[in-house]
């Protein structure tokens, strides 16, 4: 099936956040037909202005709000397609899946069944099996392709503290963000439970390791290269009886460590000589972390002089 583009202004595509779906399937043939396009959320659709004879790309999902948009504004579009990349519509394919999948795949996806039909939507689908199954909408095969961009070196930082860390962890966070919006090549790593996921979930390049076990940990220092070790330290009852371990975890990574200035750390960091100590000011963690991404060099000298003390 040829897709008609001669009424096409522009393409909006409708997606739950970045997703692999999107930039192995919808870009790659977007970018093929030298398409404007521009990608939304399901949070909420755009003024009516925007979809004006613009073409609608699903990506699996059909969110409520969505579809009750486009039905008092049908008129404005010129095309509604759906992606899938999974078999959607059959619901007895769903039988495996968890129950919480499986009521997601029929809340946005199976259910709109009846009215993508009733808006003449078409499918785009990801493979020949998806293709020959779903043959009465005469659906169009995407090939995927490999996501390009710059491969970018990255600095990775890193904290890794127990459920006990709580208040340090919320106090990070803000900086994580700040730091990740500064320096596109940094990267974070925190080990954490639900809580904490979600805490972090918005933001970009951060992991979100499961709690192990302490031999676990261990070997999981020693399996990757890592920059820069955080070891905030609020002036709580239960963090005065902590005692400066994480200078080891830090170093044992091969990183160099921004610490809190005071009793715990001030015992074992010279400042800028094998470490930075900081007080618990959130500016100049901030402008801590980024200095030391920038400098290799300084991170090199200071890990060396940080080694001698194990």
């Known amino acids: 099936m040829e897709i008609e583009l001669e009424m096409v202004s522009r393409w909006l595509i409708v997606e739950e956040g970045h997703n692999p779906s999107t930039d192995y399937f919808i870009l790659p043939f977007l970018n093929k037909l030298s398409a404007n396009y521009e990608r939304l959320s399901f949070d909420a659709p755009p003024e009516k202005e925007k979809i004006h004879d613009a073409c609608i790309i699903f ?11 486009l039905k008092k504004n049908i008129d404005l579009i010129s095309k509604i397609y759906l992606f899938m990349d999974d078999d959607l519509f059959d619901w007895r394919v769903f039988s495996n899946l968890p129950v919480k999948y499986k009521a997601k795949l029929l809340r946005y996806s199976w259910s709109r069944q009846k009215w993508l039909k009733s808006v003449e939507a078409q499918l785009l689908v990801s493979t020949p099996y998806l293709q020959k199954k779903y043959s009465d909408w005469k659906p169009s095969l995407l090939q995927p392709e490999p996501v390009r961009g710059d491969i970018v070196s990255s600095v990775n930082v890193f904290y890794h503290g127990s459920a006990s860390h709580k208040e340090d962890i919320l106090w990070l966070r803000p900086i994580v963000e700040e730091v990740l919006r500064q320096n596109l090549s940094l990267t974070f790593e925190i080990i954490g439970d639900g809580r904490v996921n979600r805490l972090f979930n918005d933001l970009p390049r951060v992991q979100v390791l499961h709690p192990m076990k302490w031999p676990t940990y261990l070997s999981l220092l020693q399996s990757r290269q890592r920059a820069i070790g955080l070891a905030p330290l609020l002036d709580l009852p239960f963090n005065r009886a902590r005692s400066h371990t994480k200078f080891f975890d830090i170093t044992q990574s091969g990183a160099v460590g921004v610490y809190a200035a005071g009793d715990v750390y001030g015992k074992v960091i010279r400042h800028r000589e094998n470490g930075l100590l900081l007080p618990m000011n959130p ?14 060099v300084l991170r090199e000298n200071m890990l060396a002089e940080a080694r001698k003390c194990l």
């Open 283 to 296: 500016s100049q963690w901030i402008e801590g972390i980024l200095s030391l991404a920038e400098d290799e």
């Open 59 to 69: 990506v699996r999902y059909i969110p409520r709000r969505w579809q009750l948009f």
